[in-house]
T-cell receptor, first 112, second 112 residues
Framework: QQPVQSPQAVILREGEDAVINCSSS?????VHWYRQKHGEAPVFLMILLKGGEQKGHEKISASFNEKKQQSSLYLTASQLSYSGTYFCGTEIDLNAGNMLTFGGGTRLMVKP | EAQVTQNPRYLITVTGKKLTVTCSQNMNHEYMSWYRQDPGLGLRQIYYSMNVEVTDKGDVPEGYKVSRKEKRNFPLILESPSPNQTSLYFCASGSPITDTQYFGPGTRLTVL
């Protein structure tokens, strides 16, 4: 089942922060985050594995709450280059193979 | 340069005419996958492969076939395309799924 992302869209001014959430109805083994700019392929941001870890990538970080079956992507002091659509992809169980299910995406627009 | 290539990038065809979209990666990745992207539905996995001769169904495999005879290539075959297979298709590779996944540039397919 497809994970649910919220919000569906967000508009920010440069320098503002944003949080994108990804929730699953099933227990998760891992969560992947991608960013896709218009007309381009998705680009990998980070992966979080079961264990409740938090990862960082420049001013973009993410957390994974295994108990709540959800992950959040944090964008701090947003830049114009952060604009795009963000997708979370979830893997429910290592033993279920490596099927990755993506959420519907969150469209982020950063304005000057 | 590490990359995933897809061909063709654009294709317009008619219902029932068999077609193949090729995907090739030069990173010696074990894992390869095919996705389709449709407005409002995000990315949906069609098939994936963990290694040569090992393939498995994703979320939406109906109407598609794949093969993995060589590590670098993972073609997507539409034996009898239908208009509901009009979509943007992405190939991806990684090693293994817990590592970064690299997406190809995409193939925009229109079935009339």
């Amino acid at each position: 089942q497809q994970p649910v992302q919220s919000p569906q869209a967000v508009i920010l001014r440069e320098g503002e922060d944003a949080v994108i959430n990804c929730s699953s109805s099933k227990a998760l083994y891992s969560v992947h985050w991608y960013r896709q700019k218009h007309g381009e392929a998705p680009v990998f941001l980070m992966i979080l594995l079961k264990g409740g870890e938090q990862k960082g990538h420049e001013k973009i970080s993410a957390s994974f709450n295994e108990k709540k079956q959800q992950s959040s992507l944090y964008l701090t002091a947003s830049q114009l280059s952060y604009s795009g659509t963000y997708f979370c992809g979830t893997e429910i169980d290592l033993n279920a193979g490596n099927m990755l299910t993506f959420g519907g995406g969150t469209r982020l627009m950063v304005k000057p | 340069e590490a990359q995933v290539t897809q061909n063709p990038r654009y294709l317009i065809t008619v219902t029932g005419k068999k077609l193949t979209v090729t995907c090739s990666q030069n990173m010696n990745h074990e894992y390869m996958s095919w996705y389709r992207q449709d407005p409002g539905l995000g990315l949906r996995q069609i098939y994936y492969s963990m290694n040569v001769e090992v393939t498995d169904k994703g979320d939406v495999p109906e109407g598609y076939k794949v093969s993995r005879k060589e590590k670098r290539n993972f073609p997507l075959i539409l034996e009898s395309p239908s208009p509901n297979q009009t979509s943007l298709y992405f190939c991806a590779s990684g090693s293994p799924i817990t590592d970064t996944q690299y997406f190809g540039p995409g193939t925009r397919l229109t079935v009339l």
